[in-house]
């Protein structure tokens, strides 16, 4: 892939991230730290996250070190070899990850004649799904709009419909539907296996980023 000729604001696109991703999971909106943002989930295997949208050692010390609940999430915007020096033992550190960034561009999405796609806004949140003729969900993904960014989130092609471009055209239709938004700035965070796919279509990794969850 090319080189992507656009620089990415990393605190733009981290603000504009964890806001999307709250409206995507329909939950409360991020609070401000000085360290980044903290949003409150509530669940016993993910209490509450804290994203840490640089890697700034004092603050990041400061943070783990006054953290000590069990279901505790952090992301840290930044490569493990950063992170992992201020994490405690009782800190699991998770797969890599990758805040993603793309210029949105009007694109042509291929009809795909053995599946049905479907498209549903409600709110700031729009989903697209791919079924089958026998109506079995093949692909989806979602999306949100929020201060001209457009948050991708859970983007999935199950196993036994991966490499027919499923996924692919429906990110997409969701990159259509944000450009009509007024949306300009397409912001994702990505697993491993995900960033080799959004560089194929044009997203830069803005940053790595470091996942761990409070054992």
């Not at 890697?55 to 006054?66: M, V």
Request: aromatic share 6%; net charge neutral.
């Amino acid at each position: 892939m090319k080189d992507h000729p656009h620089k990415f604001n990393q605190t733009a696109a981290v603000e504009a991230w964890v806001h999307g991703w709250t409206l995507t999971r329909g939950k409360l909106p991020p609070v401000k730290q000085t360290y980044g943002y903290k949003i409150d989930l509530g669940m016993p295997d993910h209490l509450e996250r804290h994203v840490v949208a640089s890697c700034d050692a004092q603050a990041l010390r400061e943070l783990t070190g006054n953290l000590a609940v069990p279901g505790t999430w952090l992301k840290v915007c930044a490569s493990p070899e950063m992170v992992t020096p201020f994490l405690r033992d009782i800190w699991i550190v998770q797969p890599p990850e990758y805040l993603m960034a793309v210029v949105l561009h009007q694109a042509t999405p291929i009809a795909h004649n053995d599946y049905q796609l479907s498209v549903r806004t409600s709110g700031a949140v729009t989903d697209a799904e791919f079924r089958n003729k026998e109506g079995q969900l093949a692909a989806r993904g979602r999306v949100a709009q929020s201060s001209g960014f457009a948050i991708f989130d859970q983007v999935v092609t199950e196993p036994e419909h991966q490499r027919k471009g499923l996924g692919r055209i429906i990110m997409a239709a969701l990159s259509n539907l944000s450009i009509a938004n007024e949306s300009k700035i397409g912001v994702l965070v990505a697993t491993e296996d995900g960033r080799a796919l959004y560089e194929t279509i044009g997203w830069t990794v803005v940053s790595p980023v470091t996942a761990a969850v409070m054992a």
